[in-house]
């Protein structure tokens, strides 16, 4: 229990420096959504295998392993050919790139994607776009009640908005490619929010890569094909960390 307790601090020291990191960055809903999923971070335990859902799925070693963030790097300093190894041929106009975790713009394409459709970092977003994540961040996976995905949101910085409005078709694939860089063992928290009005349809392809670090611990939505509703409503909503 000693140790259990040792393990939960750490990731709570954590949460409290990267506050501090995103200072004067972040809009004020998006800071009051981390500092909800950091009040019930700290009532919630870590699962363990007593539990039903996790009897097979011991993550005491995983939560002994002293992961730290990277907030001091430029997250372009990769080549582009590096990149371009790792995405799909078909998505090299339409992708956004993160690397340990930080939105990396010199590196993200987005010529391919059409007027209408949103696919944006979150600190990029425009006003009516930020109204769209505020309305639905956590509305499909909620905190309250899972520990890991309450420090997820308590570490809620850069992420991805896809937004589709209603009856719109992308022809082209999109891809979120999130990438490791480091040889000791780092951890990020990406965030994926996909919205699809009524009628729209597009595919999407998040993506984990290590380019052969040894140690990365990632969590990001599943691959994702969204298809046209065929009834009517405010749209689908997917998030996912």
Sequence with gaps: MRQAAKEKENYSSACRAFA????????????????????????????????????????????????RQRFDLDPDFLPADLIEERTLPETRQSRLVFINGIFAPGLSRLDAI????????????????????????????????DAFLALNTALLGDGALVYLPRGQVVDVPIE???????????????????VAEAGAMAASRPAL????????????????????????????ASDGP
């Design 176 to 194: 979120i490619l999130f990438l490791t860089t480091s040889e000791e063992p780092i951890v990020s928290y990406p965030r994926i929010l996909v």
């Design 20 to 67: 501090k990191t995103r200072e004067g960055r972040d809009p004020a809903w998006l800071r009051k959504v981390r500092e909800d999923a950091y009040a019930a971070f700290q009532r919630l335990d870590f699962p363990t295998t007593q539990e039903e859902a996790w009897k097979s799925t011991n993550v005491a070693p995983l939560l002994r392993i002293p992961f």
């Design 114 to 145: 059409p007027e209408r459709v949103v696919v944006r970092n979150f600190s990029e977003l425009e006003e009516d776009e930020r109204a769209i994540v505020q309305r639905h961040l956590g509305a499909q996976a909620s905190w309250e009640e």
């Design 209 to 236: 890569e290590g380019a052969g670090w040894p140690h990365r611990r990632m969590r990001a939505e599943r691959d994702r094909l969204l298809r046209e509703r065929r009834r009517s409503g405010p749209g689908d």
